[in-house]
């Protein structure tokens, strides 16, 4: 069963990395970030990079999958590796838009923001960042600013990791219950590794810093817009005419 995508807006500390978060794509290179709302004019302190994100077993070390992601102030691009992979995930973050293409058929769907509200709170009750229960399922922290986002954050110390600085941040459910440990990198301000209480680990590697054309992270013009069903699934068979 294919769920459709869904845009979440809750608000983040200042410089929090600001995609519009994409909880669940129907291909193998899901990507979940943290989200904040973003002015056009506001300059945001994120690196401008390329990397591999590679998701694990985490008993065995299979890997599981292995997207290119290109990452700058202006937007995000994530597609998966390999010959076959036909699909892209793009957000700018200027436009506060984002779109998943399908190069071989030159198609895309451009998904919209939920209209519910994006934070806990009442008419009279103060702000309440949201923290997930047990039973519901967090966003990634992978590639955001700050760990644990939709969790509680407890800081376990510093670390080295391939040849880097990193806080390592264990990240809990409202109740206490754990979820997942993940490594913020001191050289980039992300989060760059992600091991899940699912045995899913998920990491950054081969990173690498990038400049990007104007207009890198707008679709191409050419392409079609269509709604999620066909860009799935496809077009809808036509049938039989009758009068």
């Not at 989200?35 to 506001?42: D, F, L, P």
């Not at 209480?197 to 992270?217: K, P």
Request: aromatic residues 10%; glycine residues 4%.
């Amino acid at each position: 069963m294919f769920v459709s995508p869904r845009l979440n807006y809750r608000s983040l500390a200042a410089k929090a990395v600001p995609p519009l978060l994409l909880s669940k794509l129907p291909f193998a290179f899901a990507i979940c970030v943290a989200s904040v709302g973003v002015n056009a004019t506001e300059v945001l302190d994120i690196p401008s990079i390329t990397a591999k994100k590679i998701t694990r077993d985490t008993h065995s070390g299979d890997v599981i999958s292995t997207d290119w992601i290109q990452l700058s102030p202006e937007g995000l691009r994530a597609r998966q590796s390999g010959a076959q992979s036909k699909f892209e995930y793009l957000q700018n973050f200027s436009q506060e838009k984002l779109w998943m293409m399908d190069w071989s058929r030159k198609i895309l769907f451009e998904a919209s923001p939920e209209a519910d509200s994006p934070t806990q709170r009442g008419d009279d009750e103060p702000y309440q960042p949201f923290v997930a229960e047990a039973d519901e399922e967090p966003q990634s922290s992978l590639i955001a600013s700050e760990p644990c986002i939709d969790l509680i954050a407890k800081k376990v110390g510093m670390a080295k990791w391939r040849e880097q600085d990193v806080a390592v941040w264990r990240c809990e459910f409202a109740g206490g219950e754990h979820y997942s440990e993940v490594f913020f990198s001191q050289q980039w301000g992300l989060v760059i590794r992600e091991e899940r209480i699912d045995q899913t680990t998920i990491e950054l590697s081969n990173i690498r810093r990038a400049e990007f054309s104007v207009g890198h992270f707008t679709p191409p013009t050419y392409f079609r817009k269509t709604d999620f069903r066909e860009l799935i699934i496809g077009s809808p068979e036509i049938g039989n005419y009758s009068e």
